[in-house]
């Protein structure tokens, strides 16, 4: 079973910046990292859960409009953890954010590609 925990969430004034980390644990094989892709989706209250970043099993990243330039993907493959470092926030970033992971995804930023989530960071960001 694949467990994922987030961390480095928190409260920041509008143009600050944070650095949100997901570690991935769980499997049998250390080998197994480098096969899953990997995201980040966030949830604001009231609105549905959204791609935000993902990084597929070749390194490539995929960002949505909202946050390209602003948000950028790490790979530690010797800690088992994706980064996520996030600058110039504003207020529309506020929300719970969720690491997802799954070995056979076609779509990175699709919440219905990933089977393995972990249990979010709050992100809030004041003007």
């Known amino acids: 079973e694949v467990q994922l925990v987030e961390s480095g969430g928190g409260s920041v004034q509008a143009g600050g910046s944070l650095n949100l980390s997901c570690e991935i644990s769980?499997?049998?094989?250390?080998?197994?990292?480098?096969?899953?892709?990997m995201a980040w989706f966030r949830q604001a209250p009231g609105k549905e859960r959204e791609g935000v970043a993902g990084?597929?099993?070749?390194?490539?990243?995929k960002y949505s409009d909202s946050v390209k330039g602003r948000f950028t993907l790490f790979k530690d493959n010797a800690k088992n953890t994706l980064l996520m470092q996030m600058i110039s926030l504003k207020p529309d970033d506020t929300a719970m954010y969720y690491c997802?992971?799954?070995?056979?995804?076609?779509?990175?930023?699709?919440?219905?590609?990933?089977?393995?989530w972990g249990q979010g960071t709050q992100v809030t960001v004041s003007s």
């Open positions: 997802a992971a799954d070995p056979q995804t076609t779509e990175l930023l699709s919440l219905y590609e990933y089977n393995n």
């Open positions: 769980g499997y049998i094989d250390s080998r197994y990292w480098s096969t899953y892709s």
């Open positions: 990084i597929d099993t070749d390194g490539r990243t």
